[in-house]
């Protein structure tokens, strides 16, 4: 009896007995019985979804982007062969690999496709039947995954690998995406804890959290294939689009004054008054730590502890080697203001061309030197005379925005004195409004009426 069948019968007898106990897994006796063997296992009844995963940017870490300029909307773009100051390097010249011996003698295996949902000999982009069985389903599906059994080794052939927690334990505890499934990889995203996108998905920090949400009430999936918003940084998707007006309509205030803000005022700008993560990176300069390894260095801060800049942002994005934002305009009748982190790397240009250099981690990891790191991923992406370019290269900062779109708070929410008051978070001037205009809306008479009574209804 094959998988399917065996499964189709231990299904027919628990509705037979009566159905699975409340949030029991409907296969539990079969995987019980036969252990659990990657995603055949769950083929036999969820047939044709690890196919389906090869076809995601979660697993492809690219796309087709239409919204981001310089691009050619034709061709898949992301992480795969992306580079940027956050991550000065990609999948294709940073794959999972074992780095040179350090002045310890210590060697690592490291790579910036660690986060991806293969075992490595399957990976970025790969397709057909071994891939398909190389799909780590539980990392995503089971809230009693052992982390410690995702990290890469080499095989008796030397071939570096990344593992997968694939025990019965943790087959039995499948389900919807947990908090934890998903932080795994996107808090620790961009080199470390909460420095890329600088924010805590808890009940401390934002309110979705604190009613007992998770990731994927917002960013569920269909076919997996994840919605996601219209981060300026963040460019590959999977065609699907998610908002807050999804759930709370255009009208989500009680308030009419709050409402008509909501045609020119993002949600984001008033309920993510903070951010936090790495605010600046050097990638010419590399920091030594106690382990004798290297790191680029970088400044970072905490959940809630940086203050966000405002833009207008259209949702299509500015691409430039020194700068990557927000398109936008107050005039063009279809941006709103948005808050943004704002992050600055450096990182290597090429003196001819102006254009950002890729950077091979595994050699300055080793021993400090970014200019052999320049001359190894020069190497790799075929590019002429990499020592030279590497020799050649100019040291130089690219300014990112970065989307504020988590540490939603209700209770500390902007109100109308923090935008209008004099000293307020909003810079009216650089957003387009004229010296006339500045002076209405920071007048007091825009907004003392409404906050007196508000503050009647408080006390």
């Known amino acids: 009896m094959n998988n399917l069948a065996r499964l189709g019968a231990a299904l027919a007898a628990l509705i037979w007995a009566g159905g699975a106990r409340a949030g029991e897994h409907p296969g539990r006796a079969q995987i019980e019985k036969d252990g659990y063997r990657g995603p055949s296992t769950c083929e036999a009844c969820h047939p044709g979804k690890a196919k389906e995963i090869l076809g995601t940017v979660h697993w492809k870490h690219a796309s087709k982007v239409d919204n981001v300029e310089h691009l050619d909307p034709k061709v898949e773009h992301g992480m795969k062969d992306r580079i940027y100051t956050m991550c000065n390097g990609n999948d294709v010249v940073n794959d999972l690999k074992e780095i040179p011996k350090n002045a310890a003698g210590k060697t690592k295996l490291t790579g910036c496709n660690t986060c991806h949902p293969g075992n490595h000999l399957e990976g970025v982009g790969s397709t057909g039947p071994a891939a398909e069985a190389a799909v780590d389903c539980l990392i995503c599906h089971s809230s009693a995954y052992d982390l410690r059994q995702r990290k890469p080794y080499k095989d008796p052939q030397g071939r570096v690998l990344m593992g997968q927690d694939r025990s019965t334990q943790a087959a039995l505890a499948v389900g919807k995406p947990t908090v934890k499934n998903c932080m795994f990889c996107h808090e620790s995203a961009g080199g470390g804890v909460l420095v890329k996108r600088g924010f805590a ?8 959290a604190a009613r007992g949400m998770v990731c994927v009430d917002c960013h569920g999936s269909k076919d997996h294939r994840i919605p996601t918003g219209f981060d300026p940084n963040n460019w590959a998707n999977d065609g699907v689009r998610v908002a807050c007006t999804d759930c709370h309509g255009e009208k989500p205030h009680k308030s009419a004054d709050y409402n008509r803000h909501v045609a020119r005022i993002a949600c984001q700008t008033c309920h993510i008054p903070r951010t936090g993560g ?5 990638f010419t300069e590399w920091t030594r730590g106690s382990d004798q390894f290297y790191e680029p260095t970088t400044l970072k801060r905490e959940a809630n502890e940086t203050t966000p800049v405002y833009a207008w942002y259209d949702k299509t994005v500015r691409n430039e080697p020194r700068f990557i934002g927000p398109h936008g305009s107050r005039k063009d009748g279809k941006s709103k203001i948005y808050p943004f982190k704002i992050y600055m790397g450096k990182a290597y240009y090429d003196r001819g061309t102006g254009q950002l250099l890729s950077m ?6 080793a021993t400090g030197d970014t200019r052999a790191g320049v001359a190894s991923a020069a190497r790799t992406l075929g590019m002429k005379e990499p020592e030279r370019v590497a020799k050649e290269a100019v040291p130089g900062w690219q300014t990112v925005y ?3 779109n988590h540490l939603v708070t209700r209770g500390k929410a902007l109100n109308c004195s923090n935008c209008h008051g004099p000293n307020g978070v909003l810079d009216f001037r650089s957003l387009g409004y004229s010296d006339a205009e500045v002076t209405k809306l920071t007048n007091p008479d825009f907004w003392f009426e409404q906050l007196i009574e508000a503050q009647k209804s408080e006390w």
Do not use: I, T
């Not at 998905?201 to 979705?208: C, Q």
């Open 201 to 208: 998905f808890n009940k401390e920090n934002d309110v979705h």
């Open 278 to 282: 790495a605010v600046a990176k050097d």
């Open 360 to 365: 091979d981690f595994a050699p300055p990891m």
């Open 402 to 404: 970065f989307g504020s």
